[in-house]
């Protein structure tokens, strides 16, 4: 079956400092992948995706990039403020019709001043 | 207003007691979730919808019962809840394919005493 692994948590950074959140994944096919953000008290919200190999996905300076060769989705930003304090979830929608997303376990992140 | 909305926010119950989750979408999304997050665990599906009267088990369907009438309500029941139901839930929506995003609520806080 389908399967995503993030690496374990919390992580705690300084402000400014680079972050990396790993994500790899199993699945047949040619699946979407997708980070989800998840601020204290709320919901997940989408972060950023990609939908085929190759692809960059990018939104508020958050980047990863879809390497099919090492089935792998991680997160990086070059200069973390206290605001990215969350938790940061790795998803997969499977290829080949609607089926259940899969979602990673979740990396909190503490960012302190 | 528009998105998906959650209802109750937070819920004291007790064992025994019959308590129903309420999630509205406007977007008339096909798809409609039900998670569960806790601890150690991140998301779990309990139940899922491809539309109107279709509903499906997910992962952790026991003790739960879900229906979904009308496109735009898929509320969640415990039947009889019990301390191991103590979570918060999740209703998400989602276009259902590949490569689109799911949307969630706020979530619900239920504490089972």
């Known amino acids: 079956g389908n399967s995503v692994t993030q690496m374990e948590g919390p992580v705690t950074l300084s402000e400014e400092a680079f972050l990396t959140i790993n994500c790899t994944y199993t699945?047949?096919?040619?699946?979407?992948l997708f980070w989800y953000v998840q601020y204290p008290g709320e919901g997940l919200q989408l972060l950023l995706k990609a939908t085929k190999a190759d692809d960059k996905g990018s939104n508020k300076g958050f980047e990863a990039t879809y390497r099919k060769e090492t089935t792998s989705f991680h997160l990086e930003k070059g200069s973390v403020q206290v605001s990215d304090s969350a938790v940061y979830f790795c998803?997969?929608?499977?290829?080949?019709?609607?089926?259940?997303?899969?979602f990673g376990t979740g990396t909190k992140l503490q960012v302190i001043p | 207003d528009a998105g998906i909305t959650q209802s109750p926010r937070y819920k004291i119950t007790e064992t025994g007691r019959q308590v129903t989750l309420m999630c509205h979408q406007t977007w008339s999304h096909s798809y409609m979730f039900w998670y569960r997050q806790d601890l150690g665990h991140g998301l779990r599906l309990i139940y899922y919808?491809?539309?109107?009267?279709?509903?499906d088990k997910g992962e952790v369907p026991d003790g739960y019962v879900v229906s979904r009438s009308k496109t735009e309500n898929f509320p969640l029941t415990l039947e009889s809840a019990t301390r191991s139901q103590t979570s918060v839930y999740f209703c998400a929506s989602s276009e259902g394919g590949k490569s689109t995003e799911a949307f969630f609520g706020q979530g619900t806080r239920l504490t089972v005493v």
């Open positions: 699945a047949t096919g040619y699946p979407s």
């Open positions: 919808s491809a539309a109107a009267d279709i509903t």
């Open positions: 998803a997969l929608n499977p290829s080949g019709g609607y089926q259940k997303v899969t």
